[in-house]
T-cell receptor
Framework: GESVGLHLPTLSVQEGDNSIINCAYSNSASDYFIWYKQESGKGPQFIIDIRSNMDKRQGQRVTVLLNKTVKHLSLQIAATQPGDSAVYFCAEKSGGSYIPTFGRGTSLIVHP | EAGVTQFPSHSVIEKGQTVTLRCDPISGHDNLYWYRRVMGKEIKFLLHFVKESKQDESGMPNNRFLAERTGGTYSTLKVQPAELEDSGVYFC????????????FGSGTRLTVV
């Protein structure tokens, strides 16, 4: 959801539920999108990526959906586990750039 | 294979002091990146090295920040003099080729300026 000031968007779910984390991007020229997971005390870790010529990509328990019409990206986590608790960042990249642009992150809290 | 190593993990300094952060990338990774995350905000790009050369330093906030990568191995990021708004977590990442899935991030240095 929306957040104000310094508060990080937060999603709280029960263990076993499915989680959906959303991300809006602004650059219509972006052609490559990545989701990262950052656990406390660690750096961001690659989860899954998708190119703009696709609208869905599945990994192990994770699915990324891309809607280029409304510039929206989502990460779905099936059967969420306590170990999934982390901050999730979406990132976008365009053309031959080496530099992805990150969003501000969503905090996922999984309750046992 | 060792990952990206950052030192120190935490640093608390007074306004006006100098701090130097270090990043050791994965061996063989020519690309090295510095990012910063201020509390609750996005991870912002600072600069990108290819070997020892600065490929892109468009994200460096001002001339109080100086990054070096002598010899194309480890990199340092110096903040001098530090200001309160420099507080945040500084991440380093390295990659063989282009960014994205090839990035490996370090655990970051949490810098607190008081």
């Amino acid at each position: 959801g929306e957040s104000v000031g310094l508060h990080l968007p937060t999603l709280s779910v029960q263990e076993g539920d499915n989680s959906i984390i959303n991300c809006a991007y602004s650059n219509s020229a972006s052609d490559y999108f990545i989701w990262y997971k950052q656990e406390s005390g660690k750096g961001p870790q690659f989860i899954i990526d998708i190119r703009s010529n696709m609208d869905k990509r599945q990994g192990q328990r994770v699915t990324v959906l891309l809607n280029k019409t409304v510039k929206h990206l989502s990460l779905q986590i099936a059967a969420t586990q306590p170990g999934d608790s982390a901050v999730y960042f979406c990132a976008e990249k365009s053309g031959g750039s080496y530099i992805p642009t990150f969003g501000r992150g969503t905090s996922l809290i999984v309750h046992p | 294979e060792a990952g990206v190593t950052q030192f120190p993990s935490h640093s608390v300094i007074e306004k006006g002091q100098t701090v130097t952060l270090r990043c050791d990338p994965i061996s063989g990774h020519d690309n090295l990146y510095w990012y910063r995350r201020v509390m609750g905000k996005e991870i912002k790009f600072l600069l990108h090295f290819v070997k020892e050369s600065k490929q892109d330093e468009s994200g460096m906030p001002n001339n109080r920040f100086l990054a070096e990568r002598t010899g194309g191995t480890y990199s340092t990021l110096k903040v001098q003099p530090a200001e309160l708004e420099d507080s945040g977590v500084y991440f380093c990442a390295s990659s063989l080729l282009g960014g994205g899935s090839g990035y490996t991030f370090g655990s970051g240095t949490r810098l607190t300026v008081v």
